[in-house]
């Protein structure tokens, strides 16, 4: 008998206050929905930035005596110590060298495709 109480007096107060546990519901809904969305976007940002790790990368050519004799590209001759020196300044520079550490350092165990894209220093 006096389940039949509560139970009527539960249901009889969600009848007054339909209007509060319509908007409770769909905030409910609504914030679950960006949460998910926010799960969903995470991962995907996740993805891409490991497609991109392994993609932007790199390799600088220096020419040496015997590329010199041989390929066009190096018509200027052999790279100087001074434009080892030059190359390798830029490469340790704060801006450059934080940046290239932070991939390098995620990246170490995936380092198993060549380089894409080439530099080659002449004069």
Known sequence: MRLNLVL?????????????????????????????????????????????????????????????????ACAGGAATDEQLADVKAQLEDETLSSTSRSITSKTTSRRTRTSHSSLRATR
Do not use: H, P
């Open 8 to 72: 009527s007096e539960a249901l009889n107060g969600l009848r007054r206050n339909a209007s509060m546990v319509i908007s409770v519901i769909l905030v409910t809904f609504i914030s679950l929905t960006f949460v998910g969305t926010a799960a969903l976007m995470q991962m995907q940002i996740g993805q891409m930035k490991n497609y991109w790790y392994d993609r932007a990368q790199v390799a600088i050519y220096m020419c040496t005596e015997t590329d010199a004799a041989v390929d066009a």
